[in-house]
């Protein structure tokens, strides 16, 4: 028996491409992927770009990519492993010292700063207080830069001098903004900026004192994981390293839901290009029974006819997947460009990998989605070259579509990283496949008994659904997963930019007051609440570090690097309360209450994540080193703490009573709207002991990512509705042999245009309102998955998404008839040209 | 009343080719009694089709001028010849051309749709009762066999008492004998009620059965015969 082998089925299979590739099917199917990878092409490097660039405006919050703090010198190893690697490097020493002049003393957090510092971000500054800032510069060697407050509470003026230990620095500016503030602001006190350089004469530093040094290090992603690896092993137990996505927790957080945001929506694009390429392979098969039963007929077995198929998509799928890499690379890159304003200056290129994984993705949706209409082109009957009328036996659709579904979820899986949120959006699209498509087979299949009655265009339209009802049922599944995913993605685009925002109010506190004396209390309360509409209580506050839990060291207990290890490294924040406070969530155990404090040990309430980290449970006795008085307390709740509203939390709240005997500040947030700076500095005046610490700075900075991040949602929005649009068109193009036929030969009838309109819209209005309706329910059903379980939001019915059926109907009804109007202009001599 | 329903004069059809013009019809002339039955013949490519295309107004010739039921063909818009076509034309074709997503009965109502006719449904059943196929009103075109076919789409021709009913190549896709009782069945309807039959055929025989046959060669009329 002859055999053909690959080699040769290769020139044919490159000829017939070649004379095919004007035929409509290989254009729709060649237009369908290239704009699938396009889209997720384009998706996946603004995701990959994005986030780098997100992560560089993270890397702000630590003035570097790399952090090596420790409260000892690093090792001249340490330093020379870095500079080896060619990194940027900018040193700090930072220590609290009091500041005196003629007119007091002030407590002070100074910095010391190389040339270098900061390496990402800028300082800000101005010639005086509330003068307009200007960015850049260090101070120089003699001199200081303070913040605003600590001339208040010294009652000094720019051209003064201080000193700082035994060396006196002149004050030649008014620091505005250190990138790096955001950081750690509980425990600040003003800032003096000073050079590195003059650090040795002021003396202050010697051993035994309490001070933090900083190694900053800039690089690539590539440099800064080697030099992790290569100093972790030599790190001390009192070192640690900070990258951009432990700076801050509200980045963090925020970075978290875009990233996941974005995986969604890629993941939303490859759904509609595997819709776009079964559709368009779908036709490709049809159109080629005749053929394959010919070579069957010329003695090709049907392997050989399936390979030379399969040869030819392949070839067609791999250029429409490098032209769609293309074509999203260049649409990333304009949008960069549009962006330019609101984006940082660097924005990391983002490699070759997303335009790899979107060429990846359009093969492997061309596989897994041609497959079964291609498997049809291997099992068409030869004998149909005599009776054309004979159809391929049909597939066992479970194997061929389980198949396509696994390798389609395996490719979700890969690229999101994310097993949870692809097995939802798996699960919820076979659910709603197999339920709501036999649905609406049922009810198509019901409405051909309601036709009889109907008017024409009714009739004409719905007849061509109803021909072929599993394909109607086929298409509305179609265009309602693309409608699912607009609305869901719109859905959740809405309630995520919701929580975010809910998370910074416009008067969301922008004043921390520190360091408040018991003696001041009252008299700053009733001050502030002249000042401020609704100032947070005040919270009592002492510095305390946990030493044992259940009496073991809780050195020997925890692992580094995890946040137990960072909280034991210095004091907490501690306080007491009576009330469990507002903003918390009780996960177990009980709140005191005061009856059942009477005659009991002392008791504490352990923020939940710490508990986990630190591995506390119910009933563990704590002992805290407070001040040099060691203090023990049973835990008898574990709270969430919700972290980014920026009000006053705690990680250990101990029973009233328990560590109130010990000296105690107060500590409290409130908003003061811009332009009342003259207040603040009279307040600052009335109580000179007291920190006062603004964060809108830090505000400002969550704000400006999350303009960011707003705008990255709504571009990738864009794009999934283009890619939608261009799917449904390219469905449009697989029906539109016949209904250039039913166009012409009603128009051979005398059918004038207006019926014809009448009939799209009838058809088209049709299938858009159905795949409205599965659309809604649909996205219901995945919504509440997704909240629940991926997002944790608390879920909620959507009314408006009952507009579907109506958006449905007009979408597709507009894009039906635009993309057919080809058919209506059909000219009536086809019929005689086809006989 | 006047006897003639088509009417031809000096009738060209040019068309743009790579290698430059190509001159598909030139200079038709010809005059067609209301009620008579005319053959067009010639061999593939003569431009047959193309001139009975251009007769029912499906297409515009490049010069010249057809009057078809009192109508100047070729001063209307596609619209205003759609609008002749539903009130004074039928169409048998070559391949049925009978709509998929309509059954038996509803192909046949179709042209009375279009003409808004109350009495579609009455009349269509009773049509496809006159070509014998009062008992597959229901059935689907593919549910049909290709002579079942053809005669619903005679069936549909006649529906709207057209005045003129074109037909090309009605018995080509169908065997010798089947063919024959469609032609028998076409003549006896044309008889029946009145109406002028303009067909293109090959077949010899169905063309000796009309009154006139004209010869088409390379888009001319070379010669014309009476029966």
Redesign the interface.
């Known amino acids: 028996m002859r055999n053909t082998s690959l080699s040769r089925l290769l020139p044919m299979a490159l000829r017939q491409l070649g004379r095919d590739s004007r035929s409509g099917e290989l254009r729709v199917l060649f237009f369908a992927l290239l704009v699938a990878v396009a889209a997720s092409t384009a998706i996946g490097y603004f995701g990959a770009r994005l986030n780098g660039a997100m992560v560089l405006r993270a890397s702000e919050f630590l003035g570097a990519d790399l952090l090596l703090n420790g409260s000892s010198e690093a090792t001249a190893e340490q330093i020379s492993a870095g500079k080896q690697l060619s990194m940027q490097h900018a040193r700090l020493v930072e220590f609290s010292s009091v500041i005196a002049t003629d007119n007091g003393i002030q407590l002070s957090s100074v910095k010391a700063a190389d040339s270098n510092y900061p390496l990402r971000g800028e300082l800000k500054s101005a010639a005086k207080p509330f003068a307009p800032e200007s960015p850049g510069g260090v101070p120089q060697p003699g001199e200081a830069w303070v913040e605003a407050r600590l001339l208040t509470a010294l009652d000094l003026e720019i051209g003064d001098s201080v000193e700082v230990g035994q060396k006196l620095l002149k004050l030649t500016r008014v620091l505005t903004y250190e990138p790096d503030r955001a950081g750690d602001f509980y425990s600040l006190t003003p800032r003096l900026l000073m050079s590195l350089e003059d650090l040795p004469a002021t003396g202050v530093v010697q051993p035994g004192s309490r001070v933090k040094y900083s190694e900053l290090w800039r690089g690539t992603a590539e440099q800064i994981a080697t030099y992790r690896n290569l100093i972790k092993p030599g790190m001390a137990p009192s070192q640690q390293l900070l990258g951009a996505q432990d700076g801050n927790r509200q980045v963090s957080g925020a970075l978290g839901r875009a990233e996941r945001y974005l995986n969604l929506a890629s993941l939303a694009a490859i759904l509609l290009a595997g819709v776009a390429v079964a559709l368009s392979a779908s036709r490709f098969a049809q159109r080629r029974f005749d053929a394959s039963a010919l070579l069957r007929c010329l003695g090709l077995s049907r392997k050989e006819v399936m390979q030379l198929f399969s040869l030819q998509l392949a070839i067609l799928g791999l250029l429409a997947s490098c032209a769609g890499a293309l074509t999203g690379w260049l649409a990333q890159m304009g949008l960069f460009q549009l962006l330019g304003d609101l984006l940082p200056q660097e924005i990391p290129s983002g490699g070759f990998a997303p335009m790899l994984a979107g060429i990846a993705t359009g093969l492997v949706a061309l596989t897994g989605f041609a497959l079964p209409p291609l498997a049809a082109l291997g099992r068409v009957p030869p004998l149909r070259v005599l009776q054309r009328d004979l159809l391929p036996l049909p597939a066992s659709g479970w194997l061929v579509y389980g198949a396509a579904l696994l390798s389609l979820g395996l490719i979700m899986w890969r690229l999101s990283l994310d097993l949870q949120l692809t097995l939802s959006l798996l699960a919820g699209g076979l659910v709603a496949a197999l339920l709501l498509g036999g649905l609406l087979l049922l009810s198509l299949k019901g409405l051909r008994r309601l036709l009889a009655g109907a008017s024409l265009p009714w009739r004409l339209g719905l007849g061509q659904l109803l021909r072929h009802p599993l394909n109607a049922a086929g298409q509305a599944l179609a265009f309602g997963l693309i409608l699912l995913c607009m609305a869901l993605i719109a859905l959740l685009r809405g309630e995520l930019l919701d929580t975010w925002q809910e998370q910074l109010p416009a008067d969301a506190p922008n004043y921390f007051a520190m360091n408040i004396l018991p003696a001041d209390k009252l008299a700053f309360a009733q001050q502030l609440e002249d000042l401020s509409a609704q100032p947070a209580p005040l919270y009592p506050m002492i510095q305390g570090r946990l030493i044992e839990i259940n009496g073991q060291s809780v050195k020997q207990l925890v692992s580094k690097e995890s946040t137990g290890e960072r909280s034991i490294q210095r004091d907490l924040s501690l306080t007491w309360a009576a009330d469990f406070p507002t903003d918390n969530r009780l996960i177990e155990g009980q709140w005191w209450t005061e009856k059942a404090l009477k005659n009991q040990a002392p008791q504490v309430s352990v923020e939940s994540r710490l508990a986990e980290s630190l591995q506390i449970k119910l009933g563990d006795l704590l002992t805290f080193n407070i001040g040099g008085v060691e203090r023990q307390a049973a835990v008898t709740s574990l709270r969430e703490v919700d972290w980014d509203n920026l009000k006053p939390n705690f990680y250990m709240i101990f029973s009233p009573g328990s560590v109130s005997d010990l000296p105690t500040t107060y500590l409290t947030s409130f908003f003061l709207p811009p332009g009342n700076d003259r207040e603040l500095v009279a307040l600052a005046r009335a109580f000179p002991a007291i920190t006062l610490l603004q964060v809108d700075a830090i505000l400002e900075q969550l704000r400006s990512i999350l303009a960011q991040v707003t705008l990255a949602v709504q571009f990738v929005l864009l794009f999934v509705l283009a890619a939608g649009l261009s799917v449904l068109f390219a469905g449009l193009q697989s029906t539109l042999d016949e209904r250039l036929r039913q166009g012409a030969l009603l128009r051979t009838l005398g059918a004038e245009r207006r019926l014809m309109i009448r009939t799209r819209w009838a058809e088209f209005g049709m299938l858009g309102a159905a795949s409205g309706l599965l659309a809604a329910v649909g996205c219901e059903i995945i919504s509440a998955l997704l909240y629940t379980y991926a997002f944790d939001l608390t879920w909620q019915p959507h009314p408006w998404l009952l507009t579907l059926p109506l958006i449905g109907a007009l979408v597709v009804g507009i894009a039906g008839v635009l993309g057919t109007r080809r058919s209506l202009n059909a000219s009536p001599l086809t019929v005689l040209r086809e006989a | 009343m006047n006897a003639s329903i088509l009417n031809v004069k000096h009738l060209s059809k040019v068309v743009p080719s790579a290698e430059g013009e190509l001159t598909i019809l030139e200079q038709i002339e010809f005059d067609l009694a209301r009620g008579a039955s005319l053959a067009i013949v010639g061999s593939s490519g003569s431009g047959k089709?193309t001139l009975?295309?251009l007769l029912?107004g499906?297409?515009l010739p490049s010069s010249g001028e057809i009057i078809l039921a009192g109508h100047q063909l070729t001063r209307l818009d596609?619209?205003q010849r759609?609008?002749?076509?539903?009130?004074h034309?039928g169409?048998v074709?070559?391949?049925f051309?009978l709509?998929?997503?309509?059954n038996a009965l509803?192909n046949v109502m179709?042209?009375l749709?279009?003409?808004g006719r109350d009495d579609a449904g009455q009349r269509a059943r009773e049509l496809l009762e006159r070509v014998g196929l009062g008992q597959r009103l229901t059935h689907y075109p593919?549910q049909l066999s290709g002579g079942e076919q053809q005669r619903v789409a005679i069936a549909?021709a006649f529906a709207a008492d057209p005045d003129v009913l074109f037909a090309?190549?009605p018995t080509?896709n169908l065997d010798s004998h089947t063919g024959e009782r469609i032609s028998d069945l076409l003549f006896q309807l044309n008889q029946e009620r009145g109406t002028t039959l303009v067909l293109v055929t090959h077949d010899a025989r169905l063309a000796a059965r009309c009154q006139r046959q004209i010869r088409l060669e390379g888009g001319q009329l070379v010669t014309e015969a009476v029966s």
């Open positions: 089709s009975l295309g029912a499906l297409d596609e619209d759609a609008r002749v076509r539903a009130e034309v169409f074709f070559q391949s051309q709509l998929d997503s309509l509803e179709l042209p749709e279009l003409e593919r549909r090309d190549e080509g």
